[in-house]
C-alpha cells in the first residue's frame, strides 16, 4: 500500500508551452488512455491540460479552428496543483477536493524538488485514500475510532528506547455491574465518553492514546509531566458519569447487583484508574517489562475505592486520586 504521493506517480508527456495544440491532439488521439499532459520549460511553473477540458474547448463553435494552430499556453491550467514526492496521500487528497470545482477532477502533479516527476489521476488518488481508510480501519477500535492494540504494541515498543517517557494504563473500575444495571448500550455510550475525556488531555504532540478494548485505554507520553492530565482526567470523569446514572443511584453512592465473588449486594460506582509507568527512576529494556510494571501499578489501583492514580516514579507511590 503506498503512503506517499510520488509512489503511485505516473509518468505523461510533457510538452513546451509554445508546443502548438495539433501536437497535444496527436498525443492523446494516440495514447487513449492519457488523462493530461504536462507543459514544462525553463522559467515557468509547470502546468497541464486535461483530455477533457482540451476537447470541450475544441468542441466549441470555431474552437478546432481557433485552437489547433496556436500554442498550447492558451488552454493549458496554469496554475494546477502541484506536490512535492514525499507528501502523504492523505493529504494531497484534502487538498484536491478543497480545489474550485471546475478543478476538483484534474489530476496531480508531482515534483522531486525542482523536477517535475509525474501526474497522478484524481480517480486513482480517490482509490488509494479508500483502501488506506480501509487498512487503517483495521488497527482502529470501531466504538471509539482510536488505535488498536496492533499499533499500541507497536507504539509500547518504540517507548522502551525513549530517554523520557509515561505510559498510562487506564480503565474503568466496576464497569461490568454498570452494564449489568443500565445496559450495553449506555455503557458504550460511557466508554465513548471516556475517550472523548482522554481526547482532551492525550492527543497533543508528544501524546498518544490507544483503545486496547472494552473499558481499558493506554496513553504514552514522551514525558514525565503526568500529574496535571490525569488529575484533569480524574475531574472530569467524576463530573461525566453523573449524567449516567439515575438519581436514586447517585444517592445511594452504589448500584444493586452482582459482585465479582459471584455475591449479590451494592456495588460501588464507576471509578476511574489510572496506572502510571515512567523511567524517571529507572530504566526498562523491553515492552514485557514496561506490561509488568504497569500490571503491578493496577493492582495498587484496585485495592483503593473511588478515582485514583498511581505512579511507580515515587517511593510511596504518588496518589492523585479523588
Do not use: W
Request: charged residues 20%; aromatic residues 10%; contains cysteine.
Amino acid at each position: 500500500m503506498f503512503t506517499k504521493i510520488g509512489e503511485m506517480a505516473e509518468m505523461i508527456p510533457i510538452v513546451e508551452p509554445d508546443a502548438k495544440c495539433r501536437v497535444v491532439n496527436n498525443l492523446f488521439v494516440h495514447n487513449p488512455k492519457l488523462e493530461g499532459i504536462a507543459v514544462a520549460g525553463a522559467g515557468i511553473p509547470p502546468a497541464l491540460v486535461m483530455r477533457s477540458r482540451f476537447y470541450q474547448l475544441l468542441g466549441t463553435q470555431y474552437g478546432y479552428n481557433l485552437y489547433m494552430g496556436r500554442p498550447v499556453s492558451l488552454v493549458m491550467n496554469s496554475h494546477p496543483l502541484v506536490v512535492q514526492y514525499e507528501e502523504p496521500i492523505t493529504e494531497v487528497s484534502i487538498q484536491a477536493m478543497n480545489r474550485a470545482e471546475e478543478e476538483l477532477y484534474d489530476g496531480v502533479l508531482v515534483a522531486q524538488k525542482e523536477m517535475l516527476y509525474g501526474f497522478v489521476s484524481i480517480r486513482r488518488l480517490l482509490l488509494e485514500v479508500a483502501d488506506i481508510r480501509a487498512e487503517m480501519a483495521v488497527f482502529m477500535n470501531a466504538l471509539t475510532g482510536l488505535p488498536g492494540n496492533r499499533i499500541i504494541d507497536d507504539r509500547l515498543q518504540q517507548s522502551a528506547n525513549q530517554k523520557h517517557f509515561s505510559v498510562l494504563y487506564i480503565d474503568l473500575d466496576h464497569f461490568k455491574s454498570y452494564n449489568d444495571s443500565y445496559g450495553f448500550k449506555m455503557g458504550d455510550s460511557l466508554i465513548q465518553a471516556t475517550a472523548a475525556l482522554l481526547r482532551e488531555q492525550f492527543s497533543g504532540q508528544g501524546s498518544f492514546l490507544g483503545h486496547i478494548g472494552g473499558d481499558d485505554f493506554i496513553a504514552i507520553l514522551n514525558h514525565h509531566d503526568y500529574q496535571g492530565p490525569c488529575s484533569k482526567v480524574i475531574e472530569g470523569f467524576e463530573q461525566i458519569k453523573q449524567s449516567f446514572y439515575n438519581t436514586e443511584d447517585l444517592k445511594n453512592n452504589f448500584v444493586k447487583g452482582e459482585s465479582r465473588s459471584g455475591g449479590y449486594g451494592a456495588i460501588p460506582l464507576v471509578s476511574i484508574s489510572i496506572a502510571v509507568v515512567t523511567n524517571q527512576k529507572g530504566d526498562f529494556q523491553s515492552m514485557d517489562q514496561i506490561v509488568d510494571e504497569a500490571t503491578r501499578m493496577k493492582r495498587i489501583c484496585k485495592s483503593h475505592p473511588g478515582s485514583i492514580c498511581y505512579a511507580n516514579n515515587e517511593p510511596d507511590y504518588q496518589n492523585l486520586g479523588l
